[in-house]
């Protein structure tokens, strides 16, 4: 008749009434407690968030400016010389079948580019002058940002068009009627700028002229040097063409040819910046601890502050475990409270500095799922010494000793 | 381990001796049963707190431990509270062998047959008289709702019908002793233990308490008050006078009032 002496299980709601009556009634010292924890967690949430979202917004620059952009480029002969691609390579390339445009650019080494004569020569601000085709802009992923581009009628006269940092470097900000620099010995009238060339930076600190204007006035022998590939936007049929671009370019020599996909460096760049910043990810964890120890701290201090409560617990039939699991789940309470704070503070800075600079907000599920578990851990892992001296408490000493 | 307790005398480990000759009340149940019980408490040199006790509390009784300070009634009250356990001897509670119990399932005893009231009342301030109450229960897998509704009867049991939602903070002493009286009611124990109940209280206030368990006590409820002042011992059914960790006598109160005068 009489019931059992097994102990009852407390039920889950009646823990987490427990476990919160040292936040409830010391909010302050529990915010503070907490607060160590918070900003651990957010330092680590916002280095992932920021990183993944910097990766997502140079993912999202690759997709625009397309991965099926090759490049073919003059390679160096077996004597170490430069070697140069025929004339015809652009007509040959543009017969493989996925590609769909072919543009080139020669380099017209013996002209120089300056601002005006009298800029002494040895000052090249390490500009190029080359001979490009009238389609480069749309084959390479970048427009003007002022003026027009060389075209049918322009390109054989004394007229250029300037890369982005080209331009930058020749103190040109506007394009005016009557614009010109020095180029070669004479002046070259300057009609576009281009906007930056992400894919091909060479172009970036380029002087653009035409092809015939290049042979008229520098005796440019015509062979192209750089020759940009646009094929099929499909993985396989770039990689079909790659394969068979250095033997179409030059039937001759292909091993004088390098071919490369622009594209690649950018992605390699992406996965770069998903290489974690670890000094900020390092100060975080050392915040983590921090927090713990302060998570502790409290946790020592509010068993011995409550030692009537946990007297008055066990005199009501609490067992040891029931002790324990109290404090226990206290300590986690609270670090999850840090935690929570920390990944919201972690997502917001994200979610602002990733606006601002126009990126896609990502905060990975590592950065929050990592936060709340690094949380329930810390909480678990400072609330054991704690909650196993609340536990150990005789009930007589913590009742009797007030 | 699970024990189940039968009836005192039909115990299934077969512990329980017939209650000692001399009780008031040889045909009822035994409650808190003490046999040689000795308590020393390993300082240096070794305090004998109490030396070869024993008694017998039974079901429906109101007794008083009376005892100046320092004779041992603390001691006492820890033994049969199951908060502590004797150097010698043996203590029963509702039949069972607490030395053969583990912490687990005293603390399960305690739960669900015993009621504990201190001088310092003990209440959680933060939380309703309702609350506190219920808590009594708190670690007897009774669900919130049912707790809720025995603490509601046992605040009306002891005049705090009308308080249920207030913060202990807002309540008298005397009120305080009432609602941590009916904590210790709420899950009807076998016994109530009250340690200097009226110790924080002025005289009316605590004859007002006093009066209370003598009310319980007629209602059915087996108490037993461990206090120095004599006065508060007057109250009692029955005395059981400590001194120096030795029960000197054990009788009805009216003996003990001719015998020392009180």
Redesign the interface.
Known sequence: MNPSLAPARLRARDLLRLSSIGIRTRKLRAGLSALGIAIGVAAIVAVLGLSSSSQAGLLAEINRLGTNLLTVTNGQTLFGQTAELPTDAPGMIGRIGPVTSVQYTGSVSNANAYKSPFVPSIDTNALSVDATSLGLPADIGTTLSQGVFLNAATQDEPICVLGAAAAQRLGIDKVFQGERIWVGGMWFYVVGVLNQAVLTSEIDSSVLIGFPAAEKYFNFDGNPSEIYVRTVDSAPQVNAVDSVLAATANPESPNEVDVSQPSDALVAEADAKAALNSLFLGLGAVSLLVGAVGVANIMVISVLERRSEIGLRRALGATKGHIRAQFMSEAILLSLLGGAVGVLAGAASTAVYASSKGWEVVVPPLAWGGGFGAAIVIGAVAGLMPALRAARMSPKDALWSV | ???????AGSSPHGILAPSAPGSPNDSSESVVRLEGVSKTYPSEPPVDALKDVSFTVHEGELVGIVGPSGSGK?TLL?LM?T??RPTKGTVWL?G?EVGK?S???L??????R?G?I?Q?F?L???QSVLDNVA??L????V??SERRDAAARALESVGLGAKLSSLPTKLSGGQRQRVAIA?ALVGSPAVVLADEPTGNLDQATGASILELFHELNEAGATIVVITHDRAVAAWMGRIIQVLDGRVVSDGPAGEWKRATGA
């Open positions: 381990m699970t024990v189940t307790s039968g009836p603390t820890h509270g908060l502590d509702t069972l119990l912490d687990a399932e603390s399960a005893l305690r739960a669900g015993i504990f201190f310092q003990f959680a301030e933060h808590d009594g708190l670690y007897t897998a669900p919130l904590r």
